[in-house]
């Protein structure tokens, strides 16, 4: 389970699942870079670690922000060393009926979901490229495989990153980067709390009978950041209760 002192990058890691990666991935020796555009969130993720023997320092930034993205990758290099691994894990989910997405919304949940991974590997690639080693994973979403109602922006941005995670995985497959995705189904989160469905009464639905919980996730994302996950690019590890197989 030795991440070897690398450093990584979780984005959106002031809550949620993003905070249980970070946890999980500095248990697992990773140094670890906390950015949230909510600065109070990534600060209490980076006591949590640090009370937990990790190290870890927090990053207030726009993850969908193009310079924001660059300062913060060099303060990152400034402070942790290169960055070894990136989980693209900052999203937003909003419930629109289609007809009433405008123009703005559509394109701020493409900017936030699947422009800024782009941005951010782009940042941290050349990174990995020179070391010859390298993780990127990103949290893309089961609706991409059921659909969701009143989410047909979210939908797009997670299928975009579904997409985006296999052309470069075919691209830098020689090079020792990989990318993979980490679909989460229904998990336990202040995202999931907020969404207009009934939690507990769509867990008895489930196969499991239960929300995931964001440790669930976490340990998907800490198994692909590992030496044992060297030979697997472009994979899914759908992380959902049964839900959906295959
Ligand atoms: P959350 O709302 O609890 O956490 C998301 C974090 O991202 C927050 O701390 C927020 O401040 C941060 N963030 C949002 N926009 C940002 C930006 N522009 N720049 C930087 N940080 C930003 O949500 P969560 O449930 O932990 O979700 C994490 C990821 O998992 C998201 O990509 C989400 O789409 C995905 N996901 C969650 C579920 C679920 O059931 N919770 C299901 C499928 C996919």
Redesign the pocket.
Known sequence: RSLNGRTAVV??????????IALRLAEDTAKIAV????GD??AETVKLIEAAGGTAIAIT?????KAAIHAAAEETRAKLGPIAILV??????PFTPFMDIDDDLFDKVI???LR?PYLLTKEVLPDMLAAGWGRVIN?????VQSGSFAQGH?VSS?GGLMGMTKALALEFAPSGVTFNMV??????????R??PIDADAFAQTLPMKR??K?ED?AAACAYLASEEASYITGQTISTNGGRYMG
């Open positions: 984005t959106g890691a002031g809550s949620g699942i993003g905070r249980a950015w949230d555009i909510n969130g990534a930034a726009d993850c969908s922000d693209n894990n900052a999203g937003i989910a900017h936030i979901n800024g949290i893309t979403s089961s609706s979210y997670k679909p989460p189904g229904f998990i336990d989160t202040p995202m999931l907020a969404a929300i995931g964001p996730i």
